[in-house]
């Protein structure tokens, strides 16, 4: 594995502005929330895993979900240049 890949994949968290997106323990709505990260923050995707499906600002619905340092955020809300899997699963 690439040092890139080993130290996770870049994304960039589009939200409408004024908004924050939530990040979750799990992949799930109902997880106990994490925190909350601000419009057009970057992050590192860590790893991916399929959870609930989440209704994307432009229509879009995924059930992707991105591992992140400190929880899991819906993939539908980063912007990686792709709208398949960066990473590889995260560990069960």
């Not at 799990?26 to 860590?46: E, K, T």
């Not at 591992?67 to 990686?80: A, E, L, Q, S």
């Amino acid at each position: 594995m690439s040092s890139a890949r080993a130290a996770g994949f870049p994304g960039q968290v589009q939200v409408p502005p004024g908004a924050t997106l939530t990040v979750y323990r799990h992949p799930r709505l109902a997880a106990p929330v994490m925190g909350h990260l601000q419009n057009g923050s970057m992050i590192r995707i860590l790893c991916t895993a399929q959870g609930d499906t989440v209704l994307g600002g432009n229509g879009v619905s995924s059930s992707l979900w991105n591992g992140i340092n400190g929880g899991f955020v819906p993939d539908v809300f980063i912007y990686t240049g792709t709208d398949q899997a960066t990473m590889p699963n995260c560990p069960p």
